[in-house]
Structure formats: structure tokens, C-alpha cells
């Protein structure tokens, strides 16, 4: 059973992605609409612009969503070809969509591409898509756009855009950095903790790194991260403490601390390098992928500058050989971990 419900002309929700800045143009005249990837927020604001579009050409649209795991093609299809309500547009989103084109039901879906209706759009929405000949019959009659996760780089620009046009807050720079750092780059997250920032900044006011600081939180697995801080800035015993709080308190996968820790030996060891060469500034960071707090950054390039590279070319072998023991069970993980981070620390000072 469709969940329905009627649809007026609305104001599109700010920060929509438009086709140009996307890299989709969705438009009434578009009949099949697939909308795949594993970036759900991103899927369902390219459904609201499309339904957007679909209001200004057509003044009400009829929405009907169908769960394409549970619901046979036929009805699906039948519910595109008859009429709407005072004879409306429907916009008809069927999720799980991988599920719903299935070998046995492609030849009904093909055959519906090839003519579909004309009073109806449907919207085919699923994480992965297998293509094959459907594809060309739909790109005849309208899109397939993959939603795909923004890099950090383009998850901070559209932080920026988003927070100023649909919260009304701005998000300096810094801030964006700090928050995609922080909450990574699901955009639905992202938007959420744009909403509570903005909040406590009030209407029109500035968010700043501090204030991300303060309210967000780092999740479970950013906690292991904040390790290669400590080993830098902290003390050996400081580290060690917070070594076990990962592993015992947050239980954290021995596998990702020691990621962390492989992390920073390649970060230092590239800086050094670079450094060495006579490479200055951001170039060292970004060649060297160094993100994070300003301190934090700081504190790598000033480790980079102090030890050679050969030494942290060393530790990183170490750090390699370490992760890979542990994996293959010659090694017992947390005693291994200590020993990795003691190793870190005084070679570090």
C-alpha cells in the first residue's frame, strides 16, 4: 500500500542542490527519474527539487511512495498509468529500487520506459544500480544521476552554502572544517548539526571552530583517532591512559587504533620528507593529508621538522608490521598497541 499525501505549491527547501551546481538538472519533463547511491540525504533533496519542478509546471502533485522490496511491479506500474486525483500529476518514488528491477521484472519496466505516461513521474530510488539495457530507454525519457558521498573538501563547501540559505547562520571557513572533521561527510548529519549550531548562534549570527567544538561531539570512531593527537602533544603515560580508554571504555576495534596510529607515521614521515626538500606551507599539508585542529597540525609539521625522515620511515614499517601480526594472530593486540604507542611518543619528542 502507497503512502499518499497531496502536494501545493511550496517554497523548495534551501539548499537544495540545483542540476547546475549537482550536476543534475532535474525538470517536469523527465518521466523515469533514477536516483542511486549510497548518499541518502543527497537522494532525497534531488527528490524535493524534483517535486519542486513538478508543482510549478503542474500546481498540485499527487506523491506516492512504494516500498520496492514488498511491492509488485504491476501495481507500481498500473498506479502510473491511471489518473490522479481531479486528474493531478503523480510523482510516484518507489525506494529499495535495486530490489524492485529484478531479472523477472525488467521486460514489465522496459516496456513501461519505452511509453510511459504522461501524467505520472516515477522515481526509482535504491544504494546501488546494476546497469544494462533499461538504462537507455530511461535517459530517453528522462535521468539516472549516482549520489555519491562529497569528499571533505566539497562536504565543507556545501556546509557553508547550506547553513547561510536553510538555517541562516554563517559557517566561517574554520568552523566547516571543524564540523566535517568532527561529523565526517553524511550529509544528513551534517544538516542536523548545522540546525543545533545555528540554533545557539541565533538568527544571522557566526559559527566558529570553538563553537563546533563545544557541540559536537566526536562518535566512537573519531575517539580513536584523537589518539595521534595525544601521542604528540600528551605525555607517554597520558597516551597510554587514553589507549586503554579506547579499548576497554569505548571498545574500539584493535584494528582501527592501530589504522590511527599507521595514519600518523605516514603523515610524518611524508612531512619530513617535503619538509626536507624545501616544500613549505599548505603544500606540505595537503601532499601530506594533514587535517585536524590547528594544533594538532602544528604539532605534526613540528615532529616532521624535528626527526629525520629515515627514523619515521622506521616507525612506519614498524607501525605496518605491527597491524600486520596482530591481524594474522601472532601478536597479541592491546600489548602490541602499548608498545606501538610508547615507540610513537619517544620517537615523536
Known sequence: MAAKKKTTRKKAPAGAGSGKKSGVELGPAHRIVVLHGKEVFLRSLHTEKLQEKLVEAHGEVDVL?????????????????????????????????????????????????????????????ANTWNRGKLDKLIEKVGLIHKCEALTPAAAMKWTTQRCRKEWGATLN?????????????????????????????????????????????????????????????????????????ILTVSRQPEQLVSYALIDLARKLHTASRLLRAGVRGFNVTRAARIWGPDEQREAILDAA?????????????????????????FSAGARSLETLTLRFASATR
Open 65 to 125: 511512495r512504494f516500498p520496492g522490496k514488498s511491492t509488485p511491479v504491476a501495481e507500481v506500474l498500473d498506479e502510473c498509468r491511471s489518473f490522479g486525483l481531479m486528474q493531478q500529476h503523480k510523482m510516484v518514488v518507489v525506494d529499495e529500487a535495486d530490489q524492485f528491477v529484478k531479472e523477472e521484472s525488467r521486460p514489465l519496466i522496459e516496456r513501461y520506459a519505452a511509453s510511459p505516461s504522461e501524467q505520472a513521474t516515477l522515481v526509482l530510488r
Open 173 to 245: 571557513p574554520r568552523a566547516a572544517e571543524a564540523l566535517v572533521e568532527r561529523a565526517g561527510v553524511d550529509l544528513g548529519r551534517l544538516d542536523s548539526e548545522m540546525g543545533k549550531l545555528a540554533a545557539a548562534a541565533g538568527k544571522g549570527g557566526e559559527i566558529g571552530p570553538d563553537l563546533v567544538r563545544e557541540l559536537v561531539g566526536l562518535t566512537r570512531e573519531e575517539e580513536a583517532w584523537s589518539l595521534q593527537a595525544e601521542v604528540l602533544l600528551g605525555t607517554p603515560e597520558s597516551a597510554l591512559a587514553l589507549l586503554q580508554q
Open 305 to 329: 621538522r624535528r626527526v629525520d625522515p629515515d627514523t619515521l620511515a622506521e616507525l612506519l614499517s614498524i607501525a605496518i608490521e605491527a597491524d600486520a601480526r596482530m591481524k594474522s594472530g
